[in-house]
């Protein structure tokens, strides 16, 4: 029962240029989207999030679009940087707020090289 | 910046034993969570916890399972008889209800 998938499961890119990161998910229920990462032997920090009633949320450089009709959002970081080497998660919820439980992607290791 | 702590940070046990794995939520939260993650899979949901009561819980959290908050501060997670397929990285995570959820660095826990 995937109903969040991240069909890439790992990314490589040149630091400095743009990172994409995909997400897709099935229920039609869910109407918040939030991106966490992971570093090893830690919890999942929270990156950005975005409310269905929105296309687009932008945080520094972070960036998150949500395209309802394909159910896809998608994280953009430019530029990437060494240190956002980790695993991003992307998760849902259906409650329109931070109560009800997320359901997480599989995650997709970025891995910024110099 | 305030966290969410868990203890131990690893914890080994043997199959059929109890566990209590523990968190301290940021302190002015209200909501509270607990997830799972098996080696290599992606981040389950186990149950939440609200005005001192479980709010949901997944299919996962069978009766071998509860949760409690002690006290103001403290919120628990324990499996009662450990299965191997226990063993798994549990994380404990907290919100007002208005921001994001906050979560704990996980305890590790590995069923022999």
């Known amino acids: 029962d995937q109903q969040v998938k991240q069909n890439s499961p790992s990314l490589s890119v040149q630091e400095g240029r743009i990172s994409i990161l995909n997400c897709d998910y099935t229920?039609?229920?869910?109407?918040?989207f939030l991106w966490y990462k992971k570093y090893p032997a830690e919890g999942p920090t929270f990156l950005i999030s975005?409310?269905?009633?929105?296309d687009k949320n932008e945080d520094g450089r972070f960036t998150v679009f949500l395209n309802k009709s394909a159910k896809h959002l998608s994280l953009h970081i430019v530029p990437s940087q060494p240190g956002d080497s980790a695993v991003y998660f992307c998760?849902?919820?259906?409650?329109?707020?931070?109560?009800?439980?997320?359901?997480f992607g599989t995650g997709t290791r970025l891995q910024v090289f110099p | 910046e305030p966290e969410v702590t868990q203890t131990p940070s690893h914890q080994v046990t043997q199959m059929g034993q109890e566990v209590i794995l523990r968190c301290v939520p940021i302190s002015n939260h209200l909501y509270f969570y607990w997830y799972r993650q098996i080696l290599g899979q992606k981040v389950e949901f186990l149950v939440s916890?609200?005005?001192?009561?479980?709010?949901?819980k997944s299919e996962i959290f069978d009766d071998q399972f509860s949760v409690e908050r002690p006290d103001g501060s403290n919120f628990t997670l324990k499996i009662r008889s450990t299965k191997l397929e226990d063993s798994a990285m549990y994380f404990c995570a907290s919100t007002t209800g208005f921001d994001e959820q906050y979560f704990g660095p996980g305890t590790r826990l590995t069923v022999t």
């Open positions: 916890f609200y005005n001192n009561e479980i709010s949901e």
């Open positions: 229920n039609s229920m869910f109407d918040y």
């Open positions: 998760a849902a919820s259906a409650s329109g707020d931070n109560t009800d439980k997320l359901i």
């Open positions: 975005i409310s269905s009633i929105k």
